[in-house]
């Protein structure tokens, strides 16, 4: 039995809203794979040791104490609380923390308070999300902004400060 032209064309239709739904979910999938990769290794404060990447909150971090931190998996781990860099001793941590071009603080010591620390992560975050989505070829940045946007507002970050 030969097929009419208005079932061919509907054939033609489902097998093109067919490819289309296909193509959504795999650009749904892919900007779910951003957002995942912008949260959990971007936005996450980690310990920055190569093997390590301990996850640390900055509730955890006692602002009366100094920013040369400690991981806390392994004591021998010793990195800048600004930059994240891993410093190696305690002593090369505070003497860089000191100096850390990212430092808040007007007069660079080595202790903040929680607002300097959040404002610095924040520019942080901000310049590794937009360096990201610079850098990624083929991402629909719009859509990842978008799917990121919760995450980004709850960390202080300002969406519209991200190009497209």
């Given at each position: 039995?030969?097929?009419?032209?208005?079932?061919?064309?509907?054939?033609?239709?489902?097998?093109?809203?067919?490819?289309?739904?296909?193509?959504?979910?795999?650009?749904?999938?892919?900007?779910?794979?951003?957002?995942?990769?912008?949260?959990?290794?971007?936005?996450?404060?980690?310990?920055?040791?190569?093997?390590?990447?301990?996850?640390?909150?900055?509730?955890?971090?006692?602002?009366?104490?100094?920013?040369?931190?400690?991981?806390?998996?392994?004591?021998?781990?010793?990195?800048?609380?600004?930059?994240?860099?891993?410093?190696?001793?305690?002593?090369?941590?505070?003497?860089?923390?000191?100096?850390?071009?990212?430092?808040?603080?007007?007069?660079?010591?080595?202790?903040?308070?929680?607002?300097?620390?959040?404002?610095?992560?924040?520019?942080?975050?901000?310049?590794?999300?937009?360096?990201?989505?610079?850098?990624?070829?083929?991402?629909?940045?719009?859509?990842?902004?978008?799917?990121?946007a919760p995450v980004l507002q709850a960390h202080?970050?300002?969406?519209?400060?991200?190009?497209?």
């Amino acid at each position: 039995m030969q097929k009419d032209a208005f079932e061919m064309e509907a054939e033609l239709e489902f097998k093109k809203r067919e490819k289309a739904a296909v193509e959504a979910a795999l650009k749904d999938k892919t900007v779910t794979e951003h957002r995942k990769y912008i949260e959990d290794q971007l936005l996450t404060l980690r310990c920055p040791v190569d093997g390590c990447g301990q996850v640390f909150i900055a509730d955890n971090i006692d602002f009366k104490q100094c920013l040369a931190l400690k991981c806390s998996r392994n004591d021998n781990h010793n990195f800048c609380g600004w930059c994240l860099m891993d410093c190696g001793t305690s002593n090369t941590a505070h003497r860089h923390v000191e100096h850390c071009a990212l430092n808040e603080n007007a007069d660079n010591n080595l202790w903040t308070t929680r607002p300097l620390f959040d404002r610095c992560h924040q520019k942080r975050w901000l310049r590794l999300v937009q360096n990201y989505l610079n850098e990624t070829k083929g991402i629909d940045k719009k859509a990842v902004i978008d799917a990121c946007a919760p995450v980004l507002q709850a960390h202080g970050i300002d969406v519209d400060q991200l190009t497209i």
